[in-house]
């Protein structure tokens, strides 16, 4: 974590940072703005909320166009349910995590006693890191420093989403956005033992998501987990119990 500031320590903490993403600025400025914590900033217009807000928005323009040239058979929905599990706050604090971004940061004196830094502040230096490249330097050069970080998740998640294997899918989202791994609840059985259905619902958490009937539990779990993909989604339920 940065330590208080002399104009030499700012320096070597401005190429350090630089070394280790791997990009040089044009405009010195615009790193040390995106390494600004509101904490260390004289007014929150010195820190890196603004860029954030870029940051977060060229972060999904790269996602969605990479998703959109690699899978052309997949329609809207696949795309949407695939980007949901790549872009997240908790996938931007671990990248954060894997550059040792807080190592460079600028904090007030009351965050140096923080032996660990919160997610969430991690997730920003990414987002703001991103928007201060692609004002220095463009598109492309954003473009670059994202998905030497993204491709790998979304190979991951593609081919969990391709084996049509929402269970896993579900999984990938619940550990991401909610830090938590699914349940399935059996809630109902009806039918003769040779040729039961089976109705069981996902949860994750406090959340329960929609139930889905299945001719075997595995089938309901897989439909289970459509469902709430879909509701996580802000998508109509594919699969409605009732």
């Not at 899918?169 to 003769?192: C, I």
Request: glycine content about 6%; proline content about 4%; some cysteine.
């Amino acid at each position: 974590m940065a330590q208080e500031l002399t104009s030499t320590r700012e320096a070597q903490i401005l190429e350090e940072c630089q070394s280790t993403i791997g990009y040089r600025f044009k405009r010195l400025e615009l790193l040390r703005a995106a390494l600004t914590h509101t904490s260390g900033a004289d007014t929150r217009a010195d820190s890196n909320e603004r860029l954030e807000f870029l940051g977060d928005s060229v972060l999904g323009l790269v996602c969605c166009e990479q998703l959109y040239r690699r899978f052309p058979e997949y329609h809207e929905g696949d795309l949407t349910k695939i980007k949901s599990a790549v872009v997240s706050r908790r996938t931007c604090a671990q990248m954060s995590k894997a550059l040792n971004l807080g190592d460079f940061l600028f904090l007030g004196k009351g965050m140096h006693s923080e032996h660990t830094l919160p997610a969430n502040l991690l997730a920003d230096v990414y987002e703001s890191l991103v928007g201060a490249i692609y004002l220095d330097g463009g598109l492309e050069p954003a473009k670059e420093f994202i998905l030497k970080h993204l491709d790998p998740e979304i190979d991951e998640v593609a081919e969990a989403a391709h084996a049509g294997n929402f269970k896993s899918l579900l999984q990938q989202v619940a550990q991401k956005e909610f830090s938590a791994t699914p349940a399935y609840h059996l809630l109902d059985e009806k039918g003769p033992d040779h040729s039961k259905c089976f109705k069981l619902s996902a949860v994750i958490g406090r959340y329960h998501y929609p139930a889905a009937w299945g001719r075997t539990k595995k089938e309901a779990e897989q439909k289970a987990a459509m469902n709430a993909l879909a509701m996580i989604n802000g998508d109509p339920v594919p699969f409605p119990s009732d």
